[in-house]
């Protein structure tokens, strides 16, 4: 196991004064596939912002490679991606698949420093890891929402983060370009020696490919490998998991099997 | 129509307006893809309460108008961070209360206000060499400030969570772009006005946006269609002796007119 590069203590967050999650601990290693699975509202995607530093804990403790994310200087922020679920953004918007990814980089480069050729190289390249540099100068509204999903994870991944937050990042992406989308984060995080955080409604594709699952309604009910978790037939009801699916799937073998990409 | 070109006080006025339209267009921008409109008239409008100060207390009536118009600015975008109330409301609030002031500044001032209706609606043919000056200045830190920043301001304004992640200081930005909004909108009262400044903000940005999917061609075609707007704008002004804003505005509004009737039918 990996050196722990993310750990809450006791944390408390949420919005507007009231806590969406309560008193959560968790511990992520280096190298770790994290899924995380709940019921919608149950506080999924305040986890992940709380670890993009997107959100500040009201009670509690976040480190994120040790340090408090929300407080994060700009190299800090580099070293992590976040690939929101939503596609759509500010749809209507005059830029084109390589500008978008160029925005990953403007932090680095800073203000008044030209876009030089080194930085639109190192885009393309991003964009070839997913399979997207054909696209590069079409503008960002022609794109289906699997498209566009893999130039956001391009713009993420251009500054050769160590970890990956994705926030359902499959919703609304037909299930044949969903397993193409599952194998291209597999070999992302080979090649990349990326942590991966995701957030998913898809229970055979956590149980398959990650390696530890959290699940979380406002409480983190149970967190280990895929096996245990899903079998928990409690904490999968308070998580609102379909238990029957899951344990017939454990007998005939429809959601453990195959375990192609399971890492040892 | 070209011997009026001689006079100095049509040059000033032909400069002054060049100049606030391209600093209009360039902010107008970042205010159209930011969805900012609202908060743009929010802010043209408490200027109304600085000029209003400014005549009651024999101020300058730009410096008081920016001081003011930046004060609120501010307000509400801290207000928009730490408040339960929606932003939508809180630009309202400080809208009515800015106007509800300046009107107050208004009725307590004893001398004549005939120079308010050129304020609220703009007076291209008052403007002085100090405004001249100061919308000079203005532009070259407007758009000193958009260079340095171009492409914080352009990923704030497609994606400002993701910026936000991405290692860009966020708020910071969103600070600067009102500031400059404010700047932009106080520079530009006399040319056409605090009630349509809003509109010259919005209107030249959204035709060239019907005209290309480029950001830094949106910019360019968003400048030209707001320097036509004002030079023409400027001549109905002179030849109908109309107000200078609402001519401006008339022009721009029917460009934008033309340009969506042509690319409609382009489509269909």
């Given at each position: 196991m990996g050196e722990n590069i993310i750990s809450f203590r006791s944390v408390f967050a949420g919005y507007d004064g009231k806590y969406?999650?309560?008193d959560i601990n968790l511990d992520v290693a280096k190298g770790d596939y994290l899924g995380i699975i709940g019921?919608?509202?149950?506080g999924k995607t305040t986890v992940l912002k709380l670890i993009a530093g997107v959100l500040k804990p009201m009670k509690g403790e976040v480190r994120v490679f040790g340090r408090d994310p929300y407080r994060f200087s700009t190299a800090d922020r580099l070293r992590i991606a976040y690939v929101k679920q939503e596609t759509n953004i500010n749809t209507g918007f005059p830029v084109n698949v390589l500008d978008v990814v160029l925005m990953g980089l403007y932090a680095g480069i800073g203000p008044a420093r030209p876009i030089t050729k080194k930085y639109i190289d190192k885009a393309h390249e991003a964009l070839r890891k997913t399979g997207m540099d054909t696209e590069a100068?079409?503008?960002?509204?022609?794109?289906?929402g699997g498209q566009k999903q893999r130039v956001f994870i391009s713009r993420g991944i251009v500054n050769n983060p160590e970890l990956l937050i994705l926030d359902e990042p499959t919703t609304g992406i037909d299930a044949k370009n969903q397993s193409a989308f599952y194998e291209l984060l597999y070999d992302l995080k080979k090649q990349m020696n990326l942590t991966i955080i995701m957030v998913s409604h898809d229970i055979s594709m956590i149980a398959r490919q990650v390696t530890k699952v959290s699940c979380v309604n406002h409480k983190i009910h149970v967190h280990g490998e895929p096996e245990g978790v899903l079998t928990d037939e409690q904490a999968c009801e308070v998580c609102g998991i379909d238990t029957d699916f899951i344990f017939h799937g454990k007998k005939t073998g429809r959601v453990f099997e195959p375990q192609n990409h399971k890492e040892e | 129509m070209t011997d009026i070109l001689h006079y100095a006080f049509v040059q000033k006025a032909l400069i002054a307006g060049v100049i606030s339209g391209v600093l209009l267009a360039v902010i107008g921008v970042y205010v159209v893809l930011k969805k900012m409109s609202f908060i743009g008239d929010g802010i043209a409008h408490s200027a109304f309460g600085g000029v209003a100060l400014g005549l009651l207390l024999g101020f300058n009536t730009t410096a008081a108008a920016v001081i003011f118009a930046w004060v609120i600015a501010m307000l509400i975008g801290i207000s928009k961070k730490n408040s339960k109330t929606s932003e939508d409301a809180l630009i309202g609030i400080f809208f009515a209360f800015t106007m509800a002031l300046g009107v107050i500044f208004i009725g307590l001032?004893?001398?004549?206000?005939?120079d308010i209706f050129g304020y609220l609606f703009g007076d291209i043919l008052a403007v002085t060499d100090a405004d001249l000056y100061t919308i000079g200045a203005v532009c070259v830190v407007v758009l000193a400030a958009v260079y340095v920043f171009f492409k914080e301001l352009l990923f704030f304004a497609f994606d400002e969570e993701g910026a936000r992640v991405s290692g860009i200081n966020t708020e910071f930005i969103y600070f600067l772009l009102l500031t400059l909004i404010t700047f932009t909108i106080v520079a530009s009262i006399k040319i056409i006005g605090i009630i349509l400044a809003v509109a010259f903000l919005i209107v030249p940005a959204s035709t060239a946006l019907l005209l290309t999917h480029d950001f830094k061609k949106l910019m360019l075609l968003s400048v030209i269609i707001s320097v036509i707007s004002t030079v023409t704008g400027f001549i109905c002004s002179y030849a109908f002796n109309v107000a200078s804003g609402a001519a401006i505005v008339v022009v721009a509004t029917l460009i934008f007119g033309g340009v969506t009737a042509v690319t409609r039918m382009g489509k269909g």
């Open positions: 969406v999650v309560e019921p919608n509202g149950g100068f079409k503008h960002i509204d022609a794109l289906s | 001032n004893k001398t004549y206000n005939g």
